[in-house]
Every structure is written in C-alpha cells, then in structure tokens.
C-alpha cells in the first residue's frame, strides 16, 4: 500500500500543473542537480589522483588475479596476454586455445555448446584484439587468425541455443546438429562494431566486415562488406596487408 501510494503521488507530481506540484518538481530538480562547487586546481589534482589509484588497482588486480585465472582455463600458456576491464566469462564445456599478444575485453562472453559427444573448440590466434560485449558462441569449433581484429558487440553466433520447432523450443528442448556450424575468421580480418556471424562461415583474409552487418555466407579475402545479409561493396588492396 505505501508503494502505491508512493507511485501514486511521484505521477501526480510529474503530471499536475496545480502550484504545489510545481513546487515539488522544482525543488527535487535542484536537489537532483546539487553538487560541489568547482575549484579547478583541488578538482583537476583528486582528478588525477582518482585516474591513478583506479588504473594502479586495475593492473594489479589484472596481473595478479585475472590473468592467472583465464590462463587456468586454456589449453596452452600464451604470452602477453592483455585483459583490460576485468576477468572475460567463460560458460560450458570448451577448449580454449590462444595465441601471444591477444587482448581481451572484461565484458566479453565465451561459451561453449553443451549438447553432443565432441567439446567444442575456440582457436585464437597471435595479435588479436577482442572489444567489449562480444559475444563467442561454440559450436564445433570457431577459429580466429593472426592480427584479428574483433570490435564492440559483435556476435559470433557457432550455435543459436535453441531449436527452430516452437514446440521443442516450449519444452526447452536444445538446438538440432543441423543449426551448428563452425566460423572461421581468417588472418587480418576487421569485424567493426555490432557484426554478426553465423554458423558455416568463412571470412577470408584481411576483409573489413562494416558496422551492423549480418555474415550469413562466405566472403572471399581482400573485400569490404556490408548490409543486412553482408554483400561484397567493395575491394581492398592486398598490398596494404604485407
């Protein structure tokens, strides 16, 4: 009852005109909006001072804690391995093999597809920088090549999770063999922000993916592609990848 109540008077303040709501809405504007006065030369030093202590407990914590923890679920022991944001999640059953200098966003999701008799396979190559949101999804296996470059909220999508028949899907019922696929992103490969892959595909060497595409078949190496399916738009100079 006090939460209607509550709830109740917060929608008679934002929508009545009468002089108390004004009242009301004005005063709590203000309050919302209180803050210190700025002194540029305090201010700009615990600025400075905020950026340190943040990135000095950052690093410590990356070097001591969140890289060991990582490199205790792969297969192999990489060099220079750079997680920056925290510790990437890691869901299911997978191998996790990867190569030296990769980076690594906190917010990065790796999962591996718990349904068959084969553990799913995540190969990651040298020099491959992986951004925030990303999401891996294994199927089988998803093969990442040397100098990969893989921006923000890209999807990777090796298996969907659930099953086409709404039916099944109702029974909670997991996706069919025939919805899985493997992804292979070749060497120099750029994914900008917000691709999505899907299962079977091939993205051949040193091809750009455009911002908000949607792979759904093969690209051949050496092109920029877009749209909604991707489609080849244009052709990149190999020479820029020697």
């Known amino acids: 009852m006090n939460s209607f109540n509550v ?9 009545s005109d009468s002089f108390l709501a004004l009242l009301i809405k ?8 209180l803050a210190m006065p700025n002194i540029p030369v305090v201010f700009k030093l615990l600025y400075l001072v905020h950026v340190i202590l943040k990135q000095t407990i950052s690093d410590v914590l990356r070097i ?15 060099q220079g391995l750079y997680l920056y944001g925290g510790l990437p999640v890691v869901i299911g059953s997978l191998d996790i093999i990867m190569g030296d200098k990769v980076r690594l966003a906190a917010m990065t999701t790796i999962s591996g597809r718990a349904v068959g008799d084969n553990i799913p396979q995540l190969i990651i190559g040298d020099n491959v920088g992986i951004g925030w949101r990303t999401s891996i999804s294994v199927g089988n296996t998803i093969i990442l090549g040397n100098n990969v470059r893989i921006a923000g909220d890209c999807y990777l999508a090796g298996y969907p ?5 709404a039916k099944l899907r109702a029974l909670g019922k997991p996706d069919e063999d025939s919805q899985v696929g493997d992804i ?5 490969v ?5 691709v999505k892959v899907m ?30 399916p991707a489609r080849v738009i244009n052709s990149i100079e190999e020479d820029s990848h020697d």
């Open 161 to 165: 999770g659930h099953p086409i028949n």
């Open 199 to 228: 299962p079977g595909v091939t993205i051949g060497r040193g091809t750009i993916v455009a911002a908000g595409s949607v792979v759904t078949k093969d690209l051949p190496c050496f092109v920029l592609a877009a749209g909604v």
């Open 184 to 188: 292979i992103l070749d060497d120099d």
């Open 26 to 33: 004005t005063v709590w504007f203000k309050i919302k909006v």
């Open 7 to 15: 709830d109740h008077a917060k929608q008679w303040a934002k929508n």
């Open 64 to 78: 001591i804690y969140y890289t060991p923890l990582l490199k205790s679920r792969l297969k192999n022991n990489p």
């Open 190 to 194: 750029w994914l900008a922000t917000g």
